[in-house]
């Protein structure tokens, strides 16, 4: 693993545009944005840009977050990298509870491969009108004591929960999750309109996956979806352009403001192990069927998206948004989302040195993690100064 001390006269996507700069990293952590003596440069055509987050992730290289082994984790956060991912959270879906206490338990941080921020904690207290590829017999009510209990099988590492806010106790526990700074997300929802608008008013602020597992597409009865094109919630989008049609991504884009869309992968352990015949998610077989993760019975489960393909994907459909606006949807956007802005999603000094060198096209060709690179592709540097 190469150590990297700084970057000089290089290419760098900041949040507000592309300019040539350089930067210093100590410790893990950019330092200064000044000429720097010895940094290294990178070839022609190559940019510099904070690391992805994918903060909705099930699994890869078949391993899921599921297993509830550490190993299985460690293997998901080192496969990342080579899709330019520095940082992600772990996501958990409906089970039995000894099998979600188990994902819970294990829980691990790593420092050979994508960060692990926390804790996506997708289910139990969704709707069972609206569960997708979760099983609706281990579904459960909000509930206040359930919610403390997986937080200490995690060391309170949950950072972000998916919940349907129609169901009876929800109310309680946006109020109770908040204090702990977890990020309430609407999703897996059969809420109205007016449900979710009021859980947002009660300081939900995100929606999971739009348009997938959620109410509305109906003007006499508007719900979920609704909510989430006028708020100012944060909203997922899983672009792999099967989970939601090239039309629906730019009505997204059209309603959205930039700064509160949010690439996700919503991958399975099926991505980088498509041609595999035992394959699961959240112990339920699944198999590959035109590019998308399938249970037994069709249901959509997940995918096989790669974060830097997602970008390329929305590239085509985001008319007006530069380079820096499209890596924004899956760098500072997660990283705002999940309240952790202040140390990731950006190349600023005092933030952690992790970044991902792309070509316009996001091809990655290195990420770097803490100012150590942990993946690389190819010929991406130009020499030392």
């Not at 190993?71 to 409906?94: C, D, N, Y």
């Not at 994902?103 to 207290?125: C, K, N, Q, W």
Request: charged content about 25%; hydrophobic content about 40%.
């Amino acid at each position: 693993m190469m150590k990297i001390a700084g970057f000089c006269k290089v290419p760098m996507i900041f949040e507000d545009g592309v300019r040539t700069a350089s930067l210093t990293i100590e410790d893990g952590k950019i330092i200064s944005l000044d000429d720097v003596q010895n940094g290294v440069s990178l070839k022609e055509g190559l940019f510099l840009c904070p690391g992805f987050i994918d903060e909705h992730i099930h699994g890869c290289v078949g391993k899921d977050v599921m297993d509830g082994d550490a190993s299985s984790l460690h293997e998901i956060s080192k496969a990342l990298l080579q899709e330019g991912v520095t940082a992600f959270l772990p996501t958990t879906m409906t089970a039995a509870l000894p099998r979600l206490e188990k994902a819970l338990s294990s829980i691990e941080f790593f420092e050979d491969g994508a960060r692990v921020l926390g804790v996506h904690l997708e289910g139990p207290f969704i709707s069972p009108k609206k569960k997708g590829a979760q099983k609706e017999e281990d579904i459960m009510k909000p509930d206040i004591k359930a919610y403390h209990h997986l937080q200490s099988l995690c060391g309170n590492k949950i950072r972000l929960m998916t919940f349907a806010p129609e169901s009876a106790g929800a109310n309680e526990l946006i109020v109770e999750a908040k204090k702990d700074h977890v990020t309430m997300s609407v999703g897996h929802s059969d809420a109205t309109y007016d449900q979710a608008m009021h859980a947002f008013d009660m300081g939900a602020s995100c929606v999971t996956h739009l348009f997938n597992a959620q109410s509305g597409q109906n003007h006499h009865c508007p719900g979920v979806l609704e909510a989430a094109l006028v708020s100012d919630a944060y909203t997922e989008i899983i672009c792999d352009l099967h989970h939601v049609s090239a039309a629906s991504i730019k009505v997204a884009l059209k309603c959205k403001k930039k700064d509160r869309i949010v690439l996700i992968s919503d991958s399975t352990e099926a991505k980088y192990a498509e041609d595999r015949t035992d394959l699961n998610l959240g112990g339920q077989p699944i198999h590959v069927d035109g590019g998308v993760a399938k249970l037994a019975d069709g249901t959509t489960a997940g995918s096989i998206l790669r974060i830097n393909q997602a970008l390329a994907n929305i590239a085509s459909l985001a008319e007006d948004y530069s380079i820096s606006d499209l890596v924004n949807l899956a760098s500072i956007n997660p990283a705002r989302n999940l309240g952790m802005d202040a140390d990731y999603g950006s190349i600023k000094v005092g933030k952690h040195a992790d970044f991902t060198v792309i070509d316009k096209d996001f091809n990655v060709y290195a990420t770097i993690v803490g100012g150590v690179v942990l993946y690389q592709k190819g010929d991406w540097l130009h020499g030392r100064n």
